[in-house]
């Protein structure tokens, strides 16, 4: 094979896969004033959850238009809490984005703990 068949291959395979992006996610008004309430950053998050969801879904449209995966994520103040003090980041928008990463992957972590237990 030529390395112009090569790199076409690689190309298509490349264009092929999505990235799952993680998206925190309020279930409600009052989870997501309950969570804006413990945010570093509440001043850039909308007052309104209605707002804030706008924002969200027109966010994920984007994301989607660009090629990849939006999977929401339910987020709560207790468990973002203490995922954040044990993991050390910020109650911030880096933090958010990363605790709904680390829950989106957390069934993939246990499936191979799962596999490597005799």
């Not at 924002?55 to 984007?62: E, G, I, P, T, Y």
């Not at 990849?68 to 993991?87: G, L, Q």
């Amino acid at each position: 094979m030529c390395s112009n068949e090569v790199k076409k291959r690689e190309l298509s395979v490349s264009k092929n896969q999505q990235s799952v992006i993680a998206m925190a996610w309020y279930e409600n008004p009052m989870a997501y004033q309950s969570a804006r309430s413990i945010m570093s950053d509440k001043a850039s998050l909308p007052v309104a959850y209605v707002d804030w969801r706008e924002l969200a879904v027109r966010n994920s449209k984007m994301i989607e238009a660009a090629g990849n995966r939006v999977e929401r994520v339910m987020i709560t103040p207790a468990a973002f809490k203490d995922w954040a003090r044990s993991s050390g980041h910020d109650h911030d928008a880096q933090g958010r984005q990363a605790f709904a990463q680390w829950m989106l992957d957390r069934p993939a972590r246990q499936s191979e703990r799962a596999a490597k237990t005799p």
